[in-house]
């Protein structure tokens, strides 16, 4: 079975810092993993994927995020944040393994982002 | 939330009503579906279609049922079998295949409140 944790529920950053929101991962096979964004009262955007080949993405909005197969981590990033980036954040993945090609994710219970001016 | 609708956004039933969830796409996608989003919980899978005709039960779709008669459309039934049903659903689509892992669109959500 497929898992995703997000270990902190809520992140603070200064605006202009740089913010790092983390997240591991269980599959048995190869994770393809994604993160999503939601703002309040708003349905998840999609920000970035890993399906494979260089382990750092860049996503939407300045997003980045580093795939570490050793620590089966997923962490999202960005260099300098804005105040607009204040969310939530959801990591999800899926198993490439699955036999019956199921496109099922399963996602992270979320953690909140909050950018201090 | 570009190219799916759910309607309405906000949602009041009274206790042992079942009540119809709309989502409506227009991405071609022939995948559909439907999360329960719940505080500290994240997003929870109820049913979801690959096909037309054709739908499988997700995590949590006890108290719930769909149908998937046309492509666009993947409507939710929120039963009065199901025993906490406040919650925020969100519906989604996808590509569908085998060797690209396609992300999912979010449609922007309706807000369900039972008394």
């Known amino acids: 079975a497929q898992s995703v944790a997000q270990p902190e529920d809520q992140v603070n950053v200064a605006e202009g810092n740089p913010l790092t929101v983390k997240c591991t991962y269980s599959?048995?096979?190869?994770?393809?993993l994604f993160w999503y964004v939601q703002y309040p009262n708003r349905g998840l955007q999609f920000l970035l994927k890993y399906i494979t080949g260089d382990n750092l993405v860049k996503g939407s909005y300045g997003f980045e995020a580093e795939f570490n197969k050793s620590q089966t981590s997923f962490h999202l990033k960005k260099p300098s944040a804005l105040v607009s980036d204040s969310a939530l954040y959801f990591c999800?993945?899926?198993?490439?393994?699955?036999?019956?090609?199921?496109?099922?994710?399963?996602f992270g219970t979320g953690t909140r982002l909050t950018i201090i001016p | 939330d570009g190219g799916i609708t759910q309607s309405p956004k906000y949602l009041f039933r009274k206790e042992g009503q079942n009540v119809t969830l709309s989502c409506e796409q227009n991405?071609?996608?022939?995948?559909m579906y439907w999360y329960r989003q719940d505080p500290g919980q994240g997003l929870r899978l109820i049913y979801y279609s690959q096909i037309v005709n054709d739908f499988q039960k997700g995590d949590i779709a006890e108290g719930y049922s769909v149908s998937r008669e046309k492509k666009e459309s993947f409507p939710l039934t929120v039963t009065s079998a199901q025993k906490n049903p406040t919650a925020f659903y969100l519906c989604?689509?996808?590509?569908?295949?085998?060797?690209?892992?396609?992300?999912?669109?979010f449609g922007p959500g309706t807000r369900l409140t039972v008394t």
């Open positions: 599959v048995s096979g190869n994770p393809y």
């Open positions: 991405l071609n996608h022939d995948a």
């Open positions: 989604a689509s996808s590509m569908q295949g085998t060797v690209e892992a396609y992300e999912q669109y």
């Open positions: 999800a993945v899926r198993d490439s393994g699955d036999l019956f090609g199921n496109e099922k994710l399963t």
